[in-house]
């Protein structure tokens, strides 16, 4: 279990896989924390290192949400999965192989 994380659970090849492709365009629930006062539920529009931007549900209003110490859902090629913004927290691009190699900060 790595650290913030909460209650490990560790994820198939295929959850990691999913989770190691594109995420901008996945729906996405995030429940209301210290970091978020609100629920937030919507459709990922961009990342960076640090934050997923978020369009809410039937609006068009986006909001920046920080992946530290974020946990959620994400729905990927029609399965619900586990979001932990603490283990995505790197650059979309090196996420890859981060997840399938087994990098220096591996999602588990």
Known sequence: ????????????????EALAGELVGASVAIP????LRARVEGTIVDE??????VRLAGRARTVRV?????????????????????????RSED??????????RRFR
């Not at 279990?1 to 990691?16: C, Y």
């Not at 209301?32 to 970091?35: I, N, T």
């Not at 960076?48 to 931007?53: A, D, G, K």
């Open 1 to 16: 279990m790595s650290k913030g994380t909460g209650a490990g659970v560790e994820l198939g090849r295929a959850q990691r």
């Open 32 to 35: 209301a924390s210290r970091a």
């Open 48 to 53: 960076t290192l640090s934050t997923f931007v």
């Open 66 to 90: 920080p992946k530290a110490g974020l946990e959620g859902t994400v729905v990927l090629d029609g399965r619900e999965l586990p979001l932990r913004g603490d283990a995505l927290r790197v």
């Open 95 to 104: 996420r890859t192989k981060r997840l399938l190699t087994g990098g220096p």
